[in-house]
């Protein structure tokens, strides 16, 4: 368990937090004029290991030894120039710090943290981090990497649950949700749409599917895992030769196929550790996606549960309709697919970098 300290003056600035993975979704922006809850559960906080954040180089000024320290494998539009490590918590679990009135700047609804950190701590006055709360993006608090300090607590740390325990647990994600709007008289202040984390863990999953592609097709199982992937594996893809059979594999799932070329696998909530099949498997490309959402496709419900209140009396069971679904096609979402690609060596292939270098083609075709 750790507390995070400002470097200048020793003063505490968060609750005492256990450290998880960070989410696939943590740096996506979702929409627009959207609003979108907190990153971080409350009581954790996780570490971004690459520099995120102001200020930002364009690629054309960014020397190609740095590129290549930095195992990115094609063009992006900027890099961050940022000190690597920012340390992401719920707003929550900040304590003894106050905004910087001069750098409280956003994009249109909120603080989007583009002017640097807009946090002080209250004791010194030191910047020691970025809170963020615009439109369509996660809402969280970003510790400043180089201004704070993180010593243990005197409490033990606890020890991250097993495979086992996880499946126990049942901590799903589901596939589309309400998303809330901007209050109108004239229409809902909601929608109901495809999961912000799915779009991202999907785009990060499709940046490995094709990276172990090999430029040749790809299957995944029937169900749920066809409707997000298998319209863009189509598209992106090159047809007329033999397929690879990508499966899902993990847990509780049966060993896969020896002949299965690729397996979806769930990556560890606490730890982000990638479940590793065994036997014939062992061969096989394997594809992380997060707990929740692979609990979803390798376990799947009839349909989703929707919020009621009150409880039921003994010996009824509850008849909930299905939630309602979204009206348009699943879409990765492209940020966190260019953003994984680009740092995979498969990238450096042509047919893969000119998908990373005209991802605005495949957008208006409504695949991401």
């Avoid at 400002?6 to 960070?22: D, H, K, P, R, Y």
């Avoid at 890099?79 to 905004?99: Q, W």
């Avoid at 400043?144 to 005197?154: E, G, K, L, M």
Wanted: glycine share 8%.
């Amino acid at each position: 368990m750790f507390v995070f300290a400002c470097v200048g003056c020793g003063a505490e600035l968060t609750s005492t937090l256990s450290q998880v993975a960070l989410p696939a979704h943590a740096h996506q922006k979702f929409g627009n004029g959207l609003q979108l809850p907190v990153l971080m559960e409350s009581g954790t906080f996780a570490v971004e290991p690459e520099p995120w954040g102001p200020p930002w180089r364009r690629w054309e000024a960014i020397h190609p030894d740095e590129v290549v320290a930095r195992s990115i494998y094609a063009p992006v539009h900027a890099l961050s120039d940022g000190a690597p490590g920012s340390i992401a918590i719920a707003p929550g679990d900040a304590r003894g710090t106050r905004l910087i009135p001069e750098r409280a700047g956003g994009y249109c609804c909120g603080l989007d943290g583009a002017d640097g950190p807009n946090m002080a701590c209250e004791a010194c006055g030191l910047p020691v981090a970025s809170r963020i709360d615009d439109c369509s993006l996660w809402q969280a608090v970003w510790l400043a990497p180089n201004a704070v300090r993180s010593p243990r607590v005197n409490a033990a740390t606890p020890v991250p649950l097993s495979w086992a325990a996880l499946l126990e647990e049942e901590k799903r994600t589901p596939p589309f949700e309400p998303i809330a709007t901007w209050r109108s008289r004239l229409r809902p202040n909601h929608f109901w749409s495809w999961s912000p984390q799915w779009e991202a863990a999907v785009g990060r999953a499709l940046a490995h599917l094709l990276a172990a592609s090999e430029g040749r097709p790809v299957t995944v199982p029937d169900g749920l895992s066809k409707e997000v992937f298998q319209r863009a594996l189509d598209v992106l893809l090159p047809t007329g030769l033999p397929a690879q059979r990508a499966v899902l594999a993990g847990p509780g799932q049966p060993t896969p196929d020896a002949d299965a070329d690729i397996v979806l696998v769930p990556s560890h909530p606490q730890t982000g550790e990638t479940w590793t099949p065994t036997g014939s498997a062992t061969t096989a490309y394997p594809v992380p996606l997060p707990f929740g959402v692979w609990l979803w496709l390798a376990f799947p419900r009839p349909h989703l549960p929707v919020p009621a209140s009150g409880g039921m009396p003994d010996g009824v069971l509850r008849d909930d309709p299905p939630a309602p679904r979204p009206r348009y096609l699943f879409r990765a979402d492209p940020g966190v697919f260019q953003d994984t690609l680009v740092r995979l060596p498969a990238v450096r292939s042509p047919w893969l970098r000119e998908i990373s270098g005209n991802l605005s083609r495949y957008m208006r075709a409504g695949i991401f």
